[in-house]
């Protein structure tokens, strides 16, 4: 997994990277997608800031044997079809209904806004010296109940929710 540059373009490239690189990395439970021919598919939920970076970097790639479809969402009914929520900036005030709607799912919920991972959201990516980096909230993640590896982990932040009588 990389750090990269930030600033514009370039930012939202290495984030593009870091989306594809968290489904090589993530254990889903068999149940969540078909045994042969369904495909794994990565969400971006509200205002797209990748541009073609994701697309780019997916082309032509499978996770396991199954091959990666984005899908860009602006209804909420549908997340329970993304293996790899990402949640845009925009949809932030929305993270509490978005993580409401997918309890129980085996999605991983990824972000880069203030916060994202303590409140609830399971990968958060912030930049810091000019990288790109990224937190884990396991909390969030074991609920999720996929497996992370821990080379993943290793390069992380661990960050848990934050306790309920804070949030009030």
């Known amino acids: 997994m990389c750090h990269g540059q930030s600033g514009g373009v370039a ?11 968290f489904a090589r990395f993530v254990d889903w439970p068999a149940n969540t997608t078909a045994l042969n021919r ?16 994701l697309d780019r970097i997916v082309r032509g790639q499978r996770i396991d044997q199954h091959e990666i479809v984005i899908r860009r969402l602006s209804n909420l009914d549908d997340l329970t079809i993304c293996q790899i929520a990402y949640v845009s900036r925009a949809e932030n005030k929305n993270l509490s209904g978005i ?16 916060d994202f991972a303590r409140r609830g959201g399971g990968i958060q990516l912030y930049l810091e ?10 909390d969030a993640v074991q609920r999720s109940h996929l497996a992370i590896s821990s080379n993943v982990l290793a390069l992380a932040k661990i960050v848990h929710d934050i306790p309920s009588e804070q949030t009030n």
């Open 11 to 21: 930012e939202y490239d290495v984030k593009a990277t870091f989306l594809y690189d």
């Open 129 to 138: 010296d000019n990288a790109v980096h990224f937190s884990i909230n396991v």
């Open 99 to 114: 993580l409401n709607r997918l309890k129980g799912s085996s999605t991983l919920v990824v972000g880069d806004a203030q």
């Open 38 to 53: 369904s495909p794994f598919v990565l969400c971006i939920v509200g205002t797209d800031p990748f541009g073609s970076a």
